[in-house]
């Protein structure tokens, strides 16, 4: 911990004659801020410290932008803190706008970006600057949505014009929000403003900018032009590999992914590394391919001397679990060289769930699960409460019911979004507070008719695990929130254009099979971005090949 800030002496606001070695003092401190060392930003809030303890420090609108800076590099919340309280002592925060931008900095790299808004909103004299680094705040702390508002009151009310630094982050908040057409304009913006030279060669040359649209149209849903994005790049780092393989997995264009990977490797002769294997893992997992999946493994560790980590452990599991191959999986746990995380029990769980190996093995799984610290426990007792339910075991179903509302969990809501005209459209189950919700309601039972004269009956395994009525379940499955979204899509859609969702959960096997039927009976492509991936919808098909 480094030592308190709090008992500085306030230096004096009218006190801006320092002595003749302040400004090499500022210089010094300056450069330790900006050397991106730990020990030596220790030593610049150490050298802060000691300046303002002095009988003449330095300016503080010089010197607290370094000690900040420093801070953030260290992500020192409680010397941050320190600091505003002097900085709003000395009234530079927020009438400052270099010590306002600073501060922040400093909670944007503490993963506090609603204390950054609060301050942002007080700044009276905002710069690009201050806009960049809350913008970029809220995107990089996974408030996409906010980050993507903020972009467009910047446009309506700054009168500024975006710089490099603003669309990299609004190409990250689009890709994370799923915003395909406010994508596409930042994209222009680049090509149109940051050209350099006119006719955008500055941009398409730029290694780090094309990075980025391959991972904005990757997830967008557009995997085709993030390819041809990625083919066109005359230059490519290893991130750019890495990027297009799994997005081209996430997609479900498996085979693509990994000839992609040995086309780096055989032909490009670009060096893999750990996330490279992370991406071709998940391709040969998204694809069920246990073969390969084993000899990239192999490759990783014994052609590459790559050690494994966590995630790519995760991968192996995961694929060969969900293949059947549930001992082997255990095998791989027990020869990691690290603690097996909450992640990899789930997926055992999972697995054990969907291949009906028995509740003995199932409850071990749990168990272990829920020994690891996860925020995400409510997961495991819903897994559990779903083997229970396979086995008509419903008072143990009830049980589980019962330890989650006792220690106060609640299953993730789910939620999809689809975005219309430019707006990012959010829908929860049964939701019924969208200004059109009459009109969806009304598509949705027209959508519920035409699936019942194709023959669809709903698969209730999914439903909620309580030995409730069949009807019942079948209410909450077609109110599940990506049907909302799909009949809101229905109402809005350009002919010929697909409709792109995007969801929080895993897509359930009801919702699955419907979106087959409603492709083929709409001729309609549904796109929908799930937490695991990417299923493309069309003429009564899905890209997963129902593996998923």
Same mark, same amino acid.
């Given at each position: 911990?480094?030592?308190?800030?709090?008992a500085?002496p306030?230096p004096?606001t009218?006190s801006?004659? #320092?002595?003749?070695?302040s400004?090499?003092?500022?210089?010094?401190?300056?450069?330790?801020?900006r050397?991106r060392?730990?020990?030596l930003?220790?030593?610049?809030?150490l050298l802060?410290?000691?300046?303002h303890a002095?009988p003449?420090?330095?300016?503080?609108?010089?010197s607290?932008?370094?000690?900040?800076?420093?801070?953030?590099?260290l992500a020192?919340l409680?010397?941050?803190?320190?600091l505003?309280?002097?900085?709003?002592?000395?009234?530079?925060?927020?009438?400052?706008?270099?010590?306002?931008?600073?501060l922040?900095?400093?909670y944007a790299?503490?993963?506090l970006?609603d204390a950054?808004?609060?301050l942002?909103?007080?700044i009276?004299?905002?710069s690009l600057?201050?806009?960049n680094?809350?913008?970029?705040?809220?995107?990089?702390n996974?408030?996409h949505?906010g980050?993507l508002?903020?972009f467009r009151?910047?446009?309506?009310?700054?009168?500024?014009?975006?710089?490099?630094?603003?669309?990299q982050?609004?190409l990250g908040?689009?890709?994370?929000a799923?915003?395909?057409?406010?994508?596409?304009y930042?994209h222009?913006?680049?090509?149109?403003e940051l050209?350099?030279?006119g006719d955008?060669?500055?941009?398409?040359?730029?290694v780090?900018?094309?990075?980025?649209?391959?991972?904005?149209?990757?997830k967008c849903?557009?995997?085709?032009?993030?390819r &041809?994005?990625?083919?066109r790049?005359?230059?490519r780092?290893?991130?750019?590999w890495?990027?297009m393989?799994?997005t081209l997995?996430?997609?479900?264009c498996v085979r693509?992914?990994?000839?992609?990977?040995?086309?780096?490797?055989?032909?490009e002769s670009?060096?893999?590394?750990?996330?490279?294997?992370?991406?071709v893992?998940?391709?040969c997992n =998204?694809?069920?391919?246990?073969?390969?999946?084993?000899?990239?493994?192999e490759?990783?560790?014994s052609?590459?001397?790559?050690?494994p980590?966590?995630?790519h452990?995760?991968?192996m599991?995961?694929i060969l679990?969900?293949?059947?191959?549930?001992?082997?999986?255990?095998?791989?746990?027990?020869g990691m060289n690290?603690? #097996?995380?909450?992640?990899?029990?789930?997926?055992?769980?999972?697995?054990c769930?969907? &291949?009906?190996?028995?509740?003995e093995?199932?409850?071990?799984?749990a168990?272990?699960?829920?020994?690891?610290?996860d925020?995400?426990v409510?997961?495991?007792?819903?897994?559990?409460s779903?083997?229970?339910?396979?086995?008509q075991?419903?008072?143990?179903?009830?049980?589980?019911r019962?330890?989650?509302?006792?220690?106060?969990?609640?299953?993730?809501?789910?939620?999809?979004s689809?975005e219309?005209?430019?707006?990012?459209?959010?829908?929860?189950?049964?939701d019924?507070? =969208? #200004?059109?919700?009459?009109e969806?309601?009304?598509?949705l039972?027209?959508?519920d008719?035409?699936?019942?004269?194709?023959?669809?009956? #709903?698969?209730?395994?999914?439903?909620?695990?309580?030995?409730?009525?069949d009807?019942?379940?079948?209410?909450?499955?077609r109110?599940?929130?990506?049907?909302?979204?799909?009949?809101?899509g229905?109402?809005?859609?350009?002919?010929?254009?697909?409709?792109r969702i995007?969801?929080?959960?895993?897509?359930?096997?009801?919702?699955?099979t419907?979106?087959k039927?409603?492709?083929?009976?709409?001729?309609?492509?549904?796109?929908?971005?799930?937490?695991?991936?990417?299923h493309?919808?069309?003429?009564?098909a899905?890209?997963?090949?129902?593996y998923w």
């Amino acid at each position: 911990m480094l030592p308190s800030l709090a008992a500085t002496p306030i230096p004096s606001t009218t006190s801006h004659r #320092p002595d003749p070695s302040s400004s090499s003092s500022v210089q010094l401190l300056r450069s330790l801020a900006r050397s991106r060392r730990a020990h030596l930003s220790h030593r610049a809030l150490l050298l802060f410290r000691s300046l303002h303890a002095s009988p003449s420090p330095p300016p503080p609108h010089f010197s607290l932008p370094a000690a900040l800076s420093a801070a953030s590099f260290l992500a020192a919340l409680p010397e941050g803190r320190q600091l505003h309280a002097l900085a709003a002592k000395l009234a530079l925060a927020p009438a400052h706008t270099v010590v306002a931008n600073s501060l922040l900095h400093l909670y944007a790299s503490c993963g506090l970006p609603d204390a950054a808004l609060a301050l942002f909103r007080h700044i009276p004299a905002k710069s690009l600057v201050s806009w960049n680094t809350v913008i970029d705040a809220l995107a990089s702390n996974g408030d996409h949505l906010g980050a993507l508002d903020l972009f467009r009151e910047m446009q309506r009310n700054a009168g500024l014009a975006p710089d490099a630094y603003t669309v990299q982050s609004v190409l990250g908040a689009c890709a994370g929000a799923g915003s395909l057409s406010l994508g596409v304009y930042a994209h222009a913006l680049l090509l149109r403003e940051l050209g350099g030279d006119g006719d955008g060669k500055a941009v398409s040359r730029d290694v780090l900018i094309n990075n980025s649209l391959v991972d904005l149209y990757g997830k967008c849903g557009a995997v085709e032009i993030a390819r &041809q994005v990625f083919d066109r790049m005359p230059k490519r780092d290893i991130t750019s590999w890495n990027v297009m393989i799994l997005t081209l997995a996430n997609h479900g264009c498996v085979r693509e992914s990994v000839d992609l990977f040995d086309r780096m490797t055989r032909v490009e002769s670009v060096v893999p590394n750990a996330i490279t294997f992370v991406a071709v893992l998940s391709a040969c997992n =998204h694809g069920g391919m246990f073969e390969e999946s084993r000899r990239y493994f192999e490759m990783m560790v014994s052609e590459y001397g790559i050690r494994p980590r966590i995630e790519h452990y995760g991968c192996m599991v995961d694929i060969l679990a969900r293949a059947g191959f549930i001992k082997e999986a255990l095998d791989v746990v027990s020869g990691m060289n690290c603690r #097996p995380d909450a992640i990899i029990w789930r997926s055992l769980l999972g697995a054990c769930c969907k &291949q009906n190996a028995g509740s003995e093995l199932s409850e071990a799984m749990a168990k272990m699960a829920l020994d690891v610290p996860d925020d995400a426990v409510s997961g495991v007792y819903v897994l559990l409460s779903r083997v229970y339910a396979s086995a008509q075991r419903w008072n143990d179903v009830g049980m589980v019911r019962r330890l989650m509302s006792e220690e106060g969990l609640k299953k993730e809501p789910g939620f999809s979004s689809i975005e219309m005209d430019g707006l990012v459209h959010q829908f929860v189950a049964g939701d019924t507070s =969208h #200004p059109r919700s009459e009109e969806i309601y009304m598509k949705l039972d027209e959508i519920d008719q035409r699936l019942a004269s194709s023959g669809y009956k #709903p698969d209730l395994s999914e439903a909620r695990m309580v030995a409730g009525m069949d009807h019942t379940k079948g209410t909450a499955l077609r109110l599940h929130s990506e049907r909302l979204a799909i009949s809101f899509g229905l109402l809005k859609a350009t002919a010929g254009e697909p409709i792109r969702i995007l969801k929080n959960l895993r897509v359930c096997k009801d919702c699955h099979t419907t979106s087959k039927l409603i492709s083929e009976l709409y001729g309609v492509e549904i796109i929908v971005r799930d937490r695991i991936r990417f299923h493309h919808f069309k003429d009564g098909a899905c890209s997963c090949k129902d593996y998923w």
